[in-house]
């Protein structure tokens, strides 16, 4: 979901709630300790270099349970970070600490947010020989010039 998208959903809400993917709720007491505009530079393994740009929010809870983030709390704070940081209408990582700091997408689940698990990807199939659909899995499997070899500038 992108930042003016979750905008436009939270004006709608009297109270913020978010689901993790295992179904459990993130505590009703939890604040938002962060909204960053986080930039990654990289190159992927087949060479290409990548910018990528998301608005990044922490989500934080302790023992505080007299306190909550009412949306247009929320609200004030995204419009402060859009100002102060130049925030566009990017998409949305969201952080959460479990066993170490989660990242994940977010999305709209009936009157909540879920936040999605997001996965590693090679960016660069192409150049790896890399298969993209079933048909080619079993291919690849069968012969031997859809693999890698040392020196071919594959992953």
């Known amino acids: 979901m992108n930042l003016d998208r979750f905008k436009q959903e939270l004006i709608k809400r009297e109270k913020i709630a978010f689901e993790l993917p295992n179904g459990e709720l993130v505590p009703a007491h939890f604040h938002v300790t962060e909204v ?14 990548r910018l990528e740009q998301r608005v990044n929010f922490q989500l934080w809870e302790a023992n505080d349970y007299d ?15 859009e100002k102060r940081l130049g925030l566009t209408n990017q998409e949305i990582e969201v952080e959460y600490q479990g066993a170490t700091i989660g990242k994940y997408g977010i999305e709209l689940k009936g009157d ?33 010039n859809n693999t890698c070899t040392p020196g071919s500038g594959c992953c």
């Not at 090679?122 to 031997?144: F, H, M, R, Y």
């Open 67 to 81: 306190h909550r983030l009412h949306p247009e709390k929320l609200l004030s704070i995204i419009e402060l970070s």
């Open 36 to 49: 960053g505009n986080v930039t990654k530079h990289f190159i992927d393994c087949g060479g290409t270099m």
């Open 112 to 144: 909540h947010f879920l936040l999605k698990s997001l996965t590693t990807d090679c960016l660069a199939k192409d150049k790896c020989g890399i298969p993209t659909d079933e048909n080619q899995v079993n291919n690849a499997t069968s012969t031997s």
